[in-house]
């Protein structure tokens, strides 16, 4: 191999390396189609980073009104119990 020989393949591998920047480039702007829109790849990461937000908060809210309802439960329940006690005490008298 002479050097002329060396010298293009220095030149065809930096052709390479710019071709392959440039598809990394083209992959990291890739459009995706969503609901009919076409939005990037970090655009759409970030509506899916937010939708999970918005689900584990609904499954936090969601976990927290049942102990609220667990409790409105169990109090009409002990109101109910002592409202029967107090009417059985009026009537065994």
Do not use: C, P
């Not at 591998?13 to 970090?42: C, F, H, N, P, W």
């Not at 102990?67 to 169990?74: C, E």
């Not at 002592?82 to 009537?91: A, E």
């Amino acid at each position: 191999m002479g050097e002329s020989d060396v010298q293009r393949l220095y030149k065809a591998i930096d052709k390479l390396q710019k071709t392959v920047d440039e598809v990394k480039k083209e992959l990291s702007d890739t459009k995706v189609l969503l609901a009919g829109t076409y939005v990037t790849r970090e655009e759409f990461d970030k509506r899916i980073t937010a939708l999970d937000n918005k689900v584990e908060n609904h499954e936090k809210e969601d976990r927290a009104n049942r102990f609220k309802f667990a409790g409105i439960v169990a109090t009409a329940t002990g109101i109910i119990v002592s409202v029967i006690q107090w009417m059985v005490g009026l009537w065994t008298r």
